[in-house]
């Protein structure tokens, strides 16, 4: 089976610029999760959508945003890029919204470069 | 607040020692716990987990852990490690919808 497929796997923008990110879950997975990696540090949770609808929200700026599609595919937008958006970008997907029925599957990322 | 601390950033070790990566945690609630581990070039994956019952878990690869309540802690041992070992591990604690992960313990196993 396939697994959490993520594209593109590098980006480079300019700041200021927008940048939008793509997540396939794995078939049947209903829970799209996103995590910014900053070199040297842990994942740090972004989103969390379920069935649709956000579950979760971490401690990012309003520039991040984030939607699932109908197909349970999901993106994450991110609006005037700054240096240190410079990042891993992480989705994860699980069969519901909670641990503890189902742990998480991470893809390999999106690896931002902003200049 | 929820945070997880990993007490070594980088490990070096030869083939055939004894692995332990300390970590602890704070939560509130109920501790649902996890080691992954990111191999050079690949996702993270699953190790091991921790929800209840036995406090000594054994995951994949001859990973083991053990929740000890009273330090809050869950640190990762490997009796021998191996060449293939070499990656950067994370501890985390499942809290309100999502992972707290650790910074990270880089290990590099040398021949």
């Known amino acids: 089976d396939a697994g959490v497929t993520q594209s593109p796997t590098h980006l480079i923008k300019t700041r200021g610029q927008q940048v939008t990110l793509r997540c396939s879950p794995i078939?049947?997975?209903?829970?799209v999760s996103w995590y910014q990696q900053v070199l040297g540090q842990g994942p740090q949770f972004i989103f969390q959508y379920y069935e649709k609808e956000e579950r979760g929200r971490g401690n990012f700026p309003d520039r991040f945003s984030a939607r699932q599609f109908p197909n349970y595919s999901s993106e994450l937008n991110v609006n005037a890029l700054l240096l240190g958006d410079s990042a891993l970008y992480l989705c994860?997907?699980?069969?519901?919204?909670?641990?503890?029925?189902?742990?998480?599957?991470f893809g390999n990322g999106t690896r931002l470069t902003v200049t | 607040a929820q945070s997880v601390s990993q007490h070594n950033h980088h490990v070096i070790l030869s083939e055939a020692a004894s692995l332990e990566l300390g970590c602890n945690y704070s939560?509130?609630?109920?501790?649902?716990l996890f080691w992954y581990v990111q191999y050079p070039g690949q996702h993270l994956q699953l190790l091991l987990k921790y929800f209840s019952g036995d406090p000594l878990v054994k995951g994949i690869k001859g990973f083991e852990a053990e929740f000890i309540k009273s330090k809050f802690s869950f640190n990762l041992r490997k009796p021998s490690v191996q060449w293939s070992d070499t990656a950067e591990y994370f501890c985390a604690v499942w809290g309100y919808n999502k992972l707290i992960f650790g910074a990270g313990t880089r290990l590099a196993v040398h021949p």
């Open positions: 078939s049947g997975h209903k829970s």
């Open positions: 994860a997907s699980s069969l519901g919204s909670g641990q503890t029925k189902s742990p998480l599957h």
């Open positions: 939560y509130g609630g109920t501790v649902n």
